[in-house]
């Protein structure tokens, strides 16, 4: 009998286990885009496939970001629109398999992970344009969709130095890889450029690798209380779902952080919103519907493209308001870079 | 120590224990209910999980119909069998510790250190092509050993409990590996987003018998199946250990070091672990980085207790989970919602052991009943004598 019962704690513990995993993606799969009407339908039908990496939806950053330009191409180009999730990473290539066999053109991989996996189905299927966020994968069917995140991070940098009354301020990066690097050296060059002398806290959450650093609030909590306390004023985040513990940490010490790729103004509470100076912004959006209405409109070509400050594929949110005494500042800044006569580093 | 002399009853013992193992489970009788029993695991669970997806609003009927309709294409039969080939061996990991009564839920751990250190190993070396994926396979199982050995060690020498210390290696595995991949393993090299090892030369790509499906892992696995079925159910060595896993006392009377049999299969069940990933290792990433799937461990110990330990059974059970999991992506797309593939696959876990503790029951009543009969009749014949 106690080896029975062993037996079953064990099962319990792998069921357990298992369910774990089930509950990590929930079922919102129903109705893609709420209150999206869908546009008028084009000849042929414009049949959009997104694979979303495991996570998904509901991180309220980079992911939504990018399933609010399907919705836009639903609504405005009358796409068909599927997306698929991944649980596992056994599940990145069959879903972009079964994205490609459901007749979907183009199909968007969200995030750098699916680049091997696209690889080799992109070269497979050279009928089916694809997309990808955050990576180059140099196929002549394959749309590489990165950004100069480095740029809307020099912006919200000289923001944060411009709205510093301590002259002192942070930035929380997550992994700490070349991607999450450019935010890093893009903030800091803003911030300099405004005040040579700032003081610019840096500290990453995890190694390149840990894919824990972009769920780890209560390790950004933790970092932030410890440089509000020491003085620093602003701090900015870029490590995904991270992100909302230093807003919670900004509101219970009464000092300012900086969101990142979506508007978090918008998904804030009210209590937050008042925390909220800026956010930096990644257009994932605008990147996915691009390439959705470059596809309708018959560009199939590949190639990379890079969304930067010329065409808002990146920037700074003006939510809230609180940087409308310097936003002329702020904006002769993005013409220099535009212009050229500013070239945002990225490498720290 | 003592359990190393014999005792000059040990051959009756010994006798008397082959008698209680030849194994009453292997006999067809008894392998058809338990086929039958783990089958009927299988359609409860699916009942029950059809109840959920009805509650929830979807049609049952349209989501299974779809599921054996995708499952049952050329492509995604052979995905399903990708996706056994490490489920048949991180079951196999976790039966052979099962056999000696050892729970190794450390497959996770032991599965991923071996497969970062393989993948260092194996680039660091030039050989031809068909020994250096043999010397990479052995380097995977000799590291998961290694990892497998820290819980005997601990239990043979201080009598940690071993269910304690797997689960906690494979926290201190995971930081270890990033520790190790962090400070000298990345490939710094390129710039690339997706890190990885330093990647293995061609010699140590492992060809797939269906280009881009079916990685030939497969056959190896299939090998290590068999094997696992001569060594652990057919050699002197097996029956040692699954004596000294029925029933320690009566195996060290026999001369049979339980000690000696934890440490083995703790180190065989390490070693089978640390060929999990290889299908990823040698067969698609050829790396090691964030691509090598996780959980496996964890997955094979649902798949070693539906294939109630048996190399056909874990076979079945293996390809019955890849099955499930090639059809995740299908179902999305009708709108049902993919984590029904893992709730199906945790519900059968459940229903395994519900199933299985019912039929043992009523095994026992029926055994017991016959042999109190068998006493009966015994009885006036010896009176006789």
Redesign the interface.
Known sequence: MR??N???A??????V???G???G???K??DLCPGVTKGSVSTPPLKLGVAFDTGGRGDGTFNDAAGRGACQAVGELGADL????A?????RK??L??LTK?GDNPVIAVG??F???LK?VAT?NPKTTYGII??VVDLPNVKSLVFAAEQGSFLVGAAAALKSTTGHIGFIGGQE???IKAFEAGYTAGAKAVNPDIKVEVKYLG?????AAWGSPDKAKEIANGWYADGADVIYTAAGGSGAGTIDAAVASGKWAIGVDSDQYLTATPEQQKHILTSALKRVDVAVFETAKAVQSGDTKGGVRVFDLKDDGVGYSTSGGYLDDVKDKLEAFKQQIIDGTIVVPTKP | MGDETRIPAADGVTRGLSKLMTPKLENSKNGLITTASSIAAVVLALVISGIMLKITGKDPINAYRKMIETGLEHDKLLEALQRATPLMLSAVAVAIGFKMNLFNIGVEGQYLFAALIASVVGAAVSLPAPLHVAFILLVAMAAGSVWAALAAVLKVKRGVNEVISTIMLNYVALSVIQWLFDTWFRDNSKSDLNVKTKVLPRSAWMPDIVTGRLSSMFIVAIAVVALYWVIVFKSRFGFRLRSSGMNSVAARTAGISSNRMIVSALVMSGAVAGLVAMPSVLGDIHAYGQGVPDGLGFAGIAVALLGRNHPLGIMAAAALYGFLESTAGALQIQHVPNSIIDVIKAIIVLTVVIVNEAVTRSMNRRTASRTSSALQVAKPIGATA
């Open positions: 080896k029975n062993r037996f079953a064990v099962a319990l513990l792998a069921t286990g298992i369910l995993t089930a509950c993606s929930d079922s799969k129903a599927t997306e698929l999730e649980t596992s990473d056994q599940d069959p879903n398999e079964t459901n750098f992970l680049s091997d996996d080799t497979a955050d990576s890889i070349d991607l190694a390149a690798g840990d894919n």
